[in-house]
């Protein structure tokens, strides 16, 4: 059995251009970095700062989101080199078929489904949670059955991604401009945030900036970093154990500028644009979380701070609660477009792996009218609406996280092992200081896998056990590389 028969660049480059097949190619480098900046500033900036800086970080967590952005932007230099010279849906999962073969691939392939469609639904439950308590302020409460913390269905959840199905089925110049206008509302929103924040900022908020490392339950046991239980280190939250345990779960604010690269074959010019829409969205991100941060822990002193919705709890802290209605219909359309990009980027991997055999091949069929997968991007719309009204997530949300490190380590492989097979390929766009950056990129998406949980971990492996199964089960029999080779 050869489970690592490769795909060559030529022939994915081929298969885009199947008439039934072929995705219209209608995005920009400008389109790109929306879609970047779309799917990044959301749940990290609007939930995650206040809750890692009040239970593992203090003021530091600035320092945490620089960790996590620095890893990014190693993985980052990888995608976009992949992206410039494979300018292929799929992501990872194309660029590993390239180098490492089609069960690695799989593999990749696999988590990235794990990875999107948790991090959509997930988000699709914390947009329905702004959107209740919105209703709420302005004296129109919705019933605990369909919205709040325990609801028997998540109806607001299911809407919004119902909304979104559609609008990605409807083409992705649509999808783009959609995203356009909630992205620039989100973001004036955020700059609101940092300068009139600025004006209630206190020093004595800022001190201790790295608070001395405490023992605390939500890191004991299975909850506990796998790195504390392999080295035997004691159990803690603060310190700079904390700042880079923070960094592994804020890493789930940068989730997204690798979707970017899914949407490769639909850009105009993708050799020279998804570069730049990978490295500017990153970029943009990172400057605005390190930002906000600053001035929330700032406002308010870190162990105050609200862990469900930090930003507008801190302006109302201060006697501003007109911000704080602001601040939530920004994490609204923050949380929206979030949503829309990561069902983009789940359709498009499930397209590649579809139209190379290892899913049904009639789910990558395009719609003749609007470009689109759109039977499939029905499909991963109605599972998604399904996880989102009726799953209660709670932890399952970092598997997200390794999921995507996971994914990270791979393309960061990859790009040494194409470098090395095919130096002949054109490459408009060269991560720099190969091997020395990608190797760079693996060891620090390890050491942020290593701070996550030992429950997430459990959970990521059942996961890719059944996805090994599924693989020998249909994929591998059904593949167009294998039938191409029996062939010759």
């Given at each position: 059995m050869d489970i690592f028969r490769t795909k060559s660049v030529e022939q994915s480059i081929r298969d885009t251009e199947d008439p039934d097949h072929q995705l219209r190619k209608r995005l920009s480098a400008l389109d790109l970095t929306v879609f970047g900046i779309g799917v990044i500033i959301g749940t990290g900036i609007f939930v995650l700062t206040g809750q890692v800086a009040k239970e593992m970080a203090g003021p530091a967590v600035a320092i945490s989101f620089v960790v996590a952005g620095v890893v990014c932007g190693l993985a980052a230099l990888c995608y976009a080199e992949f992206a410039s010279t494979i300018p292929v849906a799929g992501s990872a999962y194309t660029f590993s078929f390239a180098t490492l073969g089609e069960?690695?691939?799989?593999?990749?392939?696999?988590?990235?489904?794990?990875?999107?469609?948790?991090?959509?639904?997930?988000?699709?439950?914390?947009?329905?949670?702004?959107?209740?308590?919105?209703?709420?302020?302005?004296?129109?409460?919705?019933?605990?059955?369909?919205?709040?913390?325990?609801?028997?269905?998540?109806?607001?959840?299911?809407?919004?991604?119902?909304?979104?199905?559609?609008?990605?089925?409807?083409?992705?110049?649509?999808?783009?401009?959609?995203?356009?206008?909630?992205?620039?509302?989100?973001?004036?929103?955020?700059?609101?945030?940092?300068?009139?924040?600025?004006?209630?900022?206190?020093?004595?908020n800022y001190?201790?900036?790295?608070?001395?490392?405490?023992?605390?339950?939500?890191?004991?046991?299975?909850?506990?970093?796998?790195?504390?239980?392999?080295?035997?280190?004691?159990?803690?939250?603060?310190?700079?154990?904390?700042?880079?345990?923070?960094?592994?779960?804020?890493?789930?604010?940068?989730?997204?500028?690798?979707?970017?690269?899914?949407?490769?074959?639909?850009?105009?010019?993708?050799?020279?644009?998804?570069?730049?829409g990978i490295l500017g969205s990153l970029v943009i991100c990172t400057v605005l979380?390190?930002?906000?941060?600053?001035?929330?822990?700032?406002?308010?002193?870190?162990?105050?701070l609200s862990t469900a919705a930090p930003l507008s709890d801190a302006f109302t802290s201060v006697g501003h609660p007109w911000l704080a209605t602001i601040i939530s219909l920004g994490a609204l359309a923050g949380l929206t477009t979030v949503v829309l990009v990561l069902l983009l980027g789940q359709t498009r991997v499930l397209f590649a792996m579809s139209r190379d055999g290892l899913m049904p091949r009639s789910l990558a069929k395009v719609h003749p009218r609007f470009g689109t997968p759109a039977t499939l991007t029905v499909i991963i719309g109605v599972v998604t609406m399904a996880l989102a009204g009726f799953v209660s997530f709670g932890e399952l949300a970092e598997l997200v996280n390794i999921g995507t490190l996971f994914a990270f380590v791979v393309v960061s492989i990859g790009v040494v092992v194409l470098r090395r097979t095919r130096p002949d390929l054109p490459r408009a766009f060269r991560t720099p200081l190969v091997p020395v950056l990608p190797i760079l990129s693996v060891l620090a998406c390890v050491y942020l896998m290593l701070n996550l949980p030992v429950e997430t971990w459990l959970r990521f492996v059942i996961w890719m056990v059944i996805g090994v199964v599924v693989y020998f089960g249909y994929g591998y029999r059904h593949s167009r590389t294998g039938v191409r080779e029996s062939v010759r």
């Open positions: 069960f690695p691939a799989w593999v990749i392939g696999w988590d990235l489904i794990l990875e999107l469609a948790l991090a959509a639904a997930v988000v699709a439950v914390g947009w329905s949670g702004y959107f209740a308590s919105m209703l709420n302020s302005i004296g129109i409460p919705l019933p605990a059955t369909i919205a709040g913390d325990d609801p028997v269905v998540n109806v607001p959840a299911v809407v919004i991604v119902a909304i979104l199905t559609a609008v990605l089925v409807a083409g992705i110049k649509l999808s783009s401009r959609v995203n356009l206008i909630l992205v620039i509302t989100k973001v004036a929103v955020v700059l609101l945030v940092i300068v009139a924040g600025l004006f209630f900022v206190k020093a004595a001190t201790p900036f790295v608070p001395d490392p405490v023992s605390t339950p939500r890191v004991e046991g299975l909850n506990a970093p796998l790195i504390q239980v392999l080295f035997g280190i004691t159990p803690v939250a603060f310190g700079v154990v904390g700042v880079f345990a923070a960094a592994a779960i804020v890493f789930f604010a940068f989730i997204g500028f690798d979707i970017v690269a899914t949407a490769a074959e639909e850009t105009v010019k993708p050799q020279r644009d998804v570069p730049r979380y390190v930002a906000v941060s600053l001035v929330v822990v700032g406002m308010q002193r870190y162990d105050r």
